[in-house]
């Protein structure tokens, strides 16, 4: 079982920016699915994005909402990885989480796809 623990987040004004990390212990991070999601007041948790990684390939997608804002990356010596968010918006504001899962998934939107999920860290987002 994988144990992640995020940090990184806070409170921000509308325009700036933040980076969340995402460290991981239990197993390497050297394949697999990576994630975000978020999950706002009164709303269902909702996709932000992922990064899948095999032994030579690499690919990352965004849900619609943050593409070209957000940044998702990985850091293989620190056993970690990262969601850059820049030019941030109230909108953004919501509980982050990241999660994995040890395979290649194909439908990186759904969050019953992953099998270990971070404690969660708040991002608030002023106008």
């Known amino acids: 079982q994988v144990h992640l623990v995020e940090s990184g987040g806070g409170l921000v004004q509308a325009g700036g920016s933040l980076r969340l990390s995402c460290a991981a212990s239990g197993r390497t991070l050297s394949s697999g699915t990576m994630g975000w999601f978020r999950q706002a007041p009164g709303k269902e948790r909702e996709f932000v994005a992922a990064l899948r990684l095999t032994w030579n390939e690499l690919t990352t997608n965004y849900a619609d909402s943050v593409k070209g804002r957000f940044t998702i990356s990985r850091d293989n010596s620190k056993n970690t990885f990262y969601l850059q968010m820049n030019s941030l918006k109230p909108e953004d504001t919501a509980v982050y989480y990241c999660?994995?899962?040890?395979?290649?998934?194909?439908?990186?939107?759904?969050?019953?796809?992953?099998?270990?999920w971070g404690q969660g860290t708040q991002v608030t987002v002023s106008s």
């Open positions: 999660t994995t899962s040890p395979r290649y998934l194909l439908g990186i939107s759904r969050a019953n796809e992953y099998s270990s």
